[in-house]
């Protein structure tokens, strides 16, 4: 009986991530969705602790349009890594994926290094994964968007704004009470921010592509 909850379960997780990414992208995930050790429920939480989980991806969800498509994103994950070894079968495509996946994960760390092994040449499905930390509290994370969102990609994000205007209003407001909250202290004016600043990198963009 144990073993069917499981398989339930790890079915459910699997539907539940396959929502997330464009039909395109479906049979690379399948793949990737393998090596995820759904199976472990004992995780580390913020506190340090290991506790015991009995949902691996949290209730809440983010719909998001890309290319007239709905992708519905999982608010916080909480799945271990995959096996280092098994992650370095996957194509680069694959691993992409693999890292938008942990881009949603709870631990603001594991958050970091992802974003980090994101490939720098970044295609437009990984947008909704990447946009989303911009409004995020944990600063380390925009210096390293700041790179992702550059002339190679900045029509990416334009678009994708277009498609999402209110996500995207949404964003920009967490980000600036994110910033009023933990950071004025450092940056005590907004403009400062290097939020604000990847923002009004993208709404620039938003703007010249909707009147040009």
């Known amino acids: 009986m144990l073993d069917i909850f499981k398989k339930n379960l790890k079915y459910k997780y699997e539907e539940r991530l396959t929502k997330a990414f464009p039909k395109e992208l479906h049979s690379d995930l399948k793949i990737v969705l393998k090596i995820i050790p759904f199976e472990n429920n004992e995780v580390k939480l913020c506190d340090g602790k290991i506790h015991k989980v009995n949902n691996l991806i949290h209730e ?14 999982p608010y916080r994950l909480y799945f271990d890594e995959p096996n280092s070894e098994l992650e370095k079968g996957l194509t680069q495509k694959q691993k992409d994926v693999l890292n938008c996946i942990y881009l949603r994960h709870h631990n603001g ?6 974003l980090n092994l994101l490939s720098n040449k970044s295609e437009k499905w990984t947008v909704p994964f990447v946009m989303p930390l911009i409004g995020e509290y944990v600063y380390e994370l925009l210096p390293i968007i700041e790179k992702k969102v ?15 205007p209110k996500y995207w209003q ?8 994110y910033w009023n909250e ?9 403009k400062e921010y290097l939020g604000l600043k990847i923002v009004n990198r993208i709404k620039k963009r938003t703007y010249n592509t909707v009147h040009n």
């Open 150 to 164: 550059n002339k190679n990609t900045l029509n990416h994000y334009a678009e994708f704004t277009n498609e999402n």
């Open 170 to 177: 949404q964003t920009e407001s967490r980000m600036i009470s």
């Open 109 to 114: 760390y594991l958050r970091e290094k992802r």
């Open 182 to 190: 933990y950071y004025r202290n450092k940056f005590p004016e907004l």
């Open 60 to 73: 809440n969800e983010l719909n998001l349009i890309l290319e007239k498509e709905t992708l519905t994103l």
